[in-house]
């Protein structure tokens, strides 16, 4: 099958840095190579997946990111370069709604972010000619409405993760924050839960825009210090380094996260995730198992005391099994072979 496959404008595939729209991405693009099929990656200049690769943006948009220009311009000349193809996916936001000028090339799609208003708006436009992958059971209920024609969870390549016995670094022991600095991803909450716990705690998120940067100040700074440290955006390197060396990923949303692939790329490292049960999080957590699901922060304190009750084999395994490239790669070929036939 010929599959074009068009990314977001705004940062590199694989991610340089932040950035989880662009490491699924990467991942269904070396997969669906890897399961044999015809792949052209439409991204930007400064990508370096593995696979037969197109742009017209040398390098990614990342401070227009969001803006209309840049990425119109990316989708007129995707669609140009994947007309060819037997089926397009599509991962950005404009693009479905381009996809009308090509009635004969069959298009799917798939919403990364929340089913909110506006983008409830969106895909409910176009959901009759473009079929909407959704990511979580939880991310469609938000807009059950909205047509979507198949859930799939994302999936990672766990041979691409190194896996940590959780004994620290050289100052001992850690637990581990990675994220974005936002209230709804919840770094204050990981550094009290932490310091409650006498667990030391190493946070790595971005922080670029204006509103992290006042969340960053007003919230999270005032509680670092001894045994709370803020070690910036971090390379997809440190980030495995870090994982596979924590006790835990502590990952303390208190929204719908429509998936969150810190947890499968801390499952992967062996490191359990200790999280609410908000959003997709008990779609990917096994409670007990790859780790615990907790009703509050007095539920994660206690449960950082029982992380021995845990075996870290069973989180790479969720990967190894369920979570694996492989079982996405295979529920977007049975999708796009229904669109074909």
Known sequence: MRIGLIAPPWTPIP?????????????????????GHDLLLFTTGDSTCPVPRRWVLPAAEGQRIGMAVPELRHVLHAYEAVRECDVVHDHTIMGPFHAEHYPDLPVATTIHGPFNEELSDLYRAVADRVPVIAISHAQHRAAPDVPVARVIHHGIDATRFPVGDGAGDTEGPYVVFLGRMADDKGAHRAVEVARRAGMRILLAAKMREPWELRYFTDRVEPLLGPGAVYLGEVSHERKLELLAGAAALLFPIRWN??????????MACGTPVLAFPEGAAPEVVRDGATGFLCEDEDAMVAALGRLGELDRADCRQAVEGYFSTQRMVAEHVELFESMLA
Do not use: W
């Open 15 to 35: 991610p340089t840095l932040y950035g989880g729209i662009e490491l699924v991405v990467d991942e269904l693009a070396r997969g669906l190579a890897d399961a």
């Open 257 to 266: 996260e429509p998936f969150g692939m810190v947890m499968l790329e801390a």
